[in-house]
């Protein structure tokens, strides 16, 4: 009886994106040329956090990972044909934190050092 051949299982771009998020303390979802985004690196570089970085101008499923990142941003329906653009996106310790505006509030808040630290990502 020959095997039966299995079709090689895709990965949603929603699933891509949580796998990617959960397999570092810190992951930034961004796009090479977008200001902000360097920002944002910059910012956590400058606080002793290396994060994981997905240009997702470099990715071959860049686009449709950035619409699912605005779908779980909140951003319209999954066929929605204009997606805003959304980067960056900031997740710690797999927990999606969001965009540029809301790490810069948790950062001048101050609840973005002990996010960091429930991590791992910052020990002191």
């Keep these: 009886m020959p095997a039966a051949a ?10 891509r994106v949580e796998r990617l998020a959960s397999e570092s303390a810190v992951v ?3 796009v090479s040329s ?3 985004c360097h920002a ?4 956590f570089c400058g606080m002793g956090v290396h994060p994981t970085v997905h240009e997702l101008d ?6 449709e990972l950035e619409r699912a990142l605005a779908r779980l941003l909140g951003y ?3 066929g929605a044909p204009v997606v805003p653009a959304v980067v960056p996106v900031v997740f710690i310790g797999g927990k999606l934190v969001g965009a540029m505006d809301r790490v810069m509030a948790a950062h001048i808040n101050g ?3 002990p996010l960091l ?7 002191l």
């Design 6 to 15: 299995t079709a090689p299982i895709v990965e949603s771009a929603v699933a």
């Design 28 to 30: 930034v979802f961004s």
């Design 34 to 36: 977008c200001c902000m």
């Design 40 to 43: 944002v690196k910059r910012l």
């Design 58 to 63: 470099l990715d071959p499923r860049g686009r």
């Design 76 to 78: 319209g329906p999954a």
């Design 111 to 113: 609840s973005l050092v």
């Design 117 to 123: 630290k429930e991590a791992g990502a910052l020990w």
